[in-house]
């Protein structure tokens, strides 16, 4: 089963394949264990002729043992789960480490807008950029994700980063990944957010750092100090890197137009 | 008989006995084994449609936007041509949901089962509010019909998901879906009230219409965990119905409950919702394990394995369930520290449910067991409710839960779980109760052969899901191939919707037999299965007002094989000692 993961390429991705392998392998055994007695059971006292069943009520300690037992292997089992949740938990959801690279995402119905802070890495300054979409990092920084939501619910999710994180209307919610594999990764949306949600993704891009450099150059270079809210900018933004747009862009039509237009089509 | 005995007996036999005319016997009817069979009806009606629906997702997901062969009738805007868009899977994966949970698993395991037994298993002859209990079907039918009729508004139906989270099930615009969702919320509101007035009655019946001599820890467990389930649902069920007048009013009336915009938050429906959900699921589990629990002590002839000490632990998970919501929402923007708290709860509901599967295992230890139609389902229900429990463990670690949350591995999971428990479990109380209920035998080979070949397509269908779940795919997605990772699970996605139709098709030798055996079935005795609960003490079919006598009671529900008994069973109602008791019968 666990060959299906797909490759992982994130730091903590590791942390948390082994704890799937850990669970794995421990309710795989407790799950044998309990069907194979099970089996044997049906095997063993099969109803035959001249052998009645044991009067056994099990409300003695000493019959009660046999499945307290059991039981208490169970708790220890679950403890030690919790143990190992609880340290990868930290690890992935406690204090991030510090940032090299900021990036805002904001889900709408049904794209997810990237933003960047620009050279000065400063929020809401001129030379902010936007994407749609596209989210490009160099390998092996820090790279954290402000998460926000225009309308409903969605879901980032990383499969190959083993990231996944709502984003809520109302909430900046943060996230974090430090990509060990250069590469082009899926970012679907995870949480049913409308006719839409199925095909709503986004790619990562995750650059060497010669690359990334590069790809920087070029953004900030074609664009110098263009407001990120300004309108025209996006469009650009959007021809020039977004190549991979869903050619079911809402942003600017109206949900229903929208539909319209995808029914005729 | 004791002057206390007596006492009782009187107050509970004035009954009176008048033929009533057809509609008040089988339509407006106080009987609680009529109401059963409406609830039971309405359930399978609604199964009916609950597997269609999954029927037509599953076709959709393994060849995307072809036509769903039987399903060209469907106009449009629904469906093109029996081809789909992808609101019309969401209204379907939000109707599936909510069909199965609230109009199939409570109906016919709660509904149908309780009602047919309770008062039959504590020796009354009929619930303690007969007319509180029509007012419940008939509440549940209105629900029924509300459901039926919000697919056909303009608009269509609800399409946010059977949690319905807001934003997207608070505003119109966000789906498009109008009066349908509105409607989905009254149906859902009402069903809650029917299962109240339900739960009410079950409770009150169990605690206070037993037959003399029957003591609380002389209840056969079906009873014990049907209160239980009652109690789960009462207190559970109150901050959801806020939670729904909230979100019905924020559609409506235009407040912000749960809209950042003007000061609300989404996160506040997901609280309630859940607080409710997860005793929810205990409430369609337990009568379900109290069904399994029945079978395997008569099938095994032994009593059930620790009956006090399933008791206390169904309570302590009972218990627990209260505390393990948040599980629901480690990754939805909740404090990261309230994961690990709530991950560990959730971990250790372990505990308890292994005391329970381990005693119902332990109980097949020594026993003679006779694998009938009924054992079976009761068997096949137990070994595949044990790897929706362990799976249940990888959901609960919070960590784990980041990557599988809203995958189909979560599907994979609570199918196993609600698939054994309903379908499983609700076949098995069928097969073994079906000679109470309509006095004839359900035909034995035809069973065997439905049950083998529910058990293998239903394996087929849903272990393969686990595999599409960790390759990352995402549930409630309309359209696998839009995504380049997912490519290489669309053989799965393939298999799975051919085990899926082979499993649909497997249930025709169930309705082969239920309607052949309703009509010429062999006659069954009082007592086919040579079982010790007070309902095998009726006639079979029980009449109006259940038992000649008022039963009275002198043991423990499981006294199979005891020590110097010749026969190996011992109704709980037989006075004699196991020897005389063997004259007798
Ligand atoms: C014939 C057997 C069944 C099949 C083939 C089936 C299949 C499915 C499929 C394909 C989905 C949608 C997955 C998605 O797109 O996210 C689904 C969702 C669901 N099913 Fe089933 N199902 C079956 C029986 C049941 C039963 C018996 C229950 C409960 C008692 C149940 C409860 C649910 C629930 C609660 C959902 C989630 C709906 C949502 O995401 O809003 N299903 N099922
Ligand atoms: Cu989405
Ligand atoms: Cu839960």
Redesign the interface.
């Known amino acids: ?2 060959s ?3 490759e992982n390429v994130s730091t903590y991705g590791a ?2 394949d082994s ?2 392998t850990l ?2 392998y ?3 055994i ?2 044998l264990l ?2 194979g ?2 089996l044997l ?2 095997l063993l ?4 002729q001249g ?9 003695r300690l000493g ?2 043992a ?3 037992v ?2 208490a292997l ?2 220890a089992l ?1 403890l030690w ?2 143990a190992r ?2 340290e ?2 930290a690890k ?3 204090s991030a480490p510090p940032a090299d690279v900021r990036v805002r995402v904001v889900g709408k ?1 049904f794209n997810w807008e990237v933003f960047y802070p620009g050279p000065d890495g400063v929020w809401d300054t001129a030379d902010d950029r936007r994407l749609e979409n596209e989210l490009h990092v160099p390998v092996g920084k820090v790279v954290e994700v402000l998460l926000e939501s225009q ?3 969605h ?1 980032f ?1 990383l ?2 980063l ?5 984003a ?4 900046k ?1 943060p996230a974090w990944f430090v990509a060990t594999k250069p590469g082009r ?2 970012i ?12 709503m ?1 986004g790619w990562l891009t995750v650059h060497t750092s010669e690359e990334y450099s590069a790809w920087v150059q070029r953004q900030w270079a074609t664009f110098p100090h263009a407001p990120a809210t300004a309108p025209a900018v996006p469009r650009l933004a959007r021809t020039q890197d977004a190549t991979q747009t869903k050619e079911r862009d809402s942003s600017d039509s109206s ?2 137009l929208e ?1 319209r237009r ?2 005729r089509g | 008989m004791s002057d206390a005995v007596q006492a009782k007996v009187a107050e509970v036999v004035p009954h009176v006995h008048e033929e009533p005319s057809f509609w008040r016997r089988y339509v407006f009817s106080t009987d609680h084994k009529v109401i059963a069979k409406q609830y039971l009806t309405l359930g399978l009606l609604w199964a009916l449609a609950g597997g269609l629906m999954a029927y037509m997702m599953r076709w959709q997901l393994a060849w995307p936007e072809t036509p769903v062969p039987l399903f060209r009738w469907v106009p449009e805007p629904f469906m093109y041509d029996g081809a789909m868009g992808p609101e019309f899977y969401n209204a379907l994966v939000t109707l599936h949901g909510t069909i199965m949970v609230f109009f199939v698993a409570m109906p016919v395991l709660l509904a149908a089962f309780g009602n047919f037994l309770i008062p039959l298993m504590v020796g009354a002859q009929d619930m303690a509010f007969p007319r509180l209990n029509m007012l419940s079907v008939w509440v549940f039918a209105l629900a029924s019909l509300v459901l039926f009729v919000s697919f056909f508004v303009p608009g269509g139906a609800a399409s946010a998901g059977w949690t319905g989270y807001p934003p997207l099930s608070a505003r119109v615009e966000y789906t498009g879906v109008g009066w349908g969702l509105n409607l989905w919320l009254l149906a859902l509101a009402l069903e809650f009230a029917s299962f109240l007035m339900g739960g009410i009655n079950f409770l009150t019946t169990a605690i206070n219409l037993r037959a003399p001599g029957l003591s609380m820890f002389r209840l056969p467990l079906f009873v014990w965990m049907q209160m239980i389930a009652a109690v789960l649902f009462m207190l559970s069920v109150g901050p959801l119905i806020a939670g729904a007048i909230m979100l019905l009013m924020d559609r409506l009336l235009g407040t912000t409950f749960y809209l950042p915009a003007g000061g609300g938050d989404p996160l506040l429906w997901q609280h309630l919702f859940w607080f409710f959900g997860h005793p929810e699921v205990y409430v369609i589990l337990l009568p379900g394990l109290g069904i399994v629990l029945e079978i395997i002590a008569v099938f095994s002839r032994k009593p059930v394995f620790a009956y006090r000490g399933i008791i206390y632990a169904t309570i302590i998970a009972g218990i627990l369930s209260f505390i393990v919501w948040a599980h629901h929402q480690f990754i939805s923007g909740i404090d990261p520290r309230l994961a690990m708290p709530f991950s560990v709860t959730t971990i250790l509901i372990s505990v308890p449910f292994a005391f329970v599967i381990f005693a119902m295992i332990a109980t097949l230890w020594k026993g003679s067991i006779h694998l009938t139609t009924p054992m079976l389902f009761a068997l096949g229900t137990l070994a595949n409710f044990i790897l929706g429990g362990v799976t249940g463990i990888f959901n609960g670690s919070a960590p784990v839960d980041i990557y599988i949350h809203d995958t189909y591995f979560v599907v994979a999971h609570f199918h196993y779980t609600l698939f054994s428990i309903t379908v499983l479990g609700g076949f098995a109380g069928l097969y073994y109760w079906f000679p109470k209920m309509f006095g004839r035998l359900l035909h034995e080979t035809l069973g065997k052969v439905h049950f083998w070949l529910t058990i293998v397509f239903f394996n087929s269908a849903f272990i393969p899901m686990h595999f599409v779940g960790v390759g990352g795919m995402m549930r409630r997605i309309a359209n696998p191939l839009q995504y380049e990772f997912l490519q290489p699970l669309q053989p799965l996605n393939v298999w799975i919707t051919v085990s899926v139709i082979l499993l649909l098709l497997s249930q025709i030798p169930f309705v082969v037999n239920f309607v052949w055996s309703l009509v010429a079935g062999v006659q069954a005795e009082r007592n086919p299965w040579r079982a010790n609960t007070l309902e095998w003490s009726a006639p079979s079919p029980p009449p109006h007002g259940n038992f000649e006598t008022v039963p009275v009671v002198y043991r423990g529900p499981y006294e199979y094989s005891l020590p110097g008994s010749v026969q190996d069973w011992l109704p709980q109602d037989c006075e004699a000692s196991p020897r005389a008791a063997a004259a007798r019968a």
């Open positions: 089963m666990l299906w993961l797909p942390d948390i704890l799937f669970i794995y421990i309710t795989g407790a799950f309990a069907e007695l099970l059971f049906l006292y099969r109803r035959r052998h009645g069943a044991t009067y056994v009520a099990g409300d019959e009660l046999w499945v307290l059991p039981c169970v708790l679950d789960i919790d949740g609880a990868t938990w992935v959801k406690g119905q309308d409903v619910i879901s999710f499969p190959h083993r990231l996944k994180q709502d809520v209307p109302g909430r919610i990764y899926e679907p949306c995870a949480e049913l957010c409308g006719f839409g949600h199925s095909g993704k949900l229903f539909r995808r029914e």
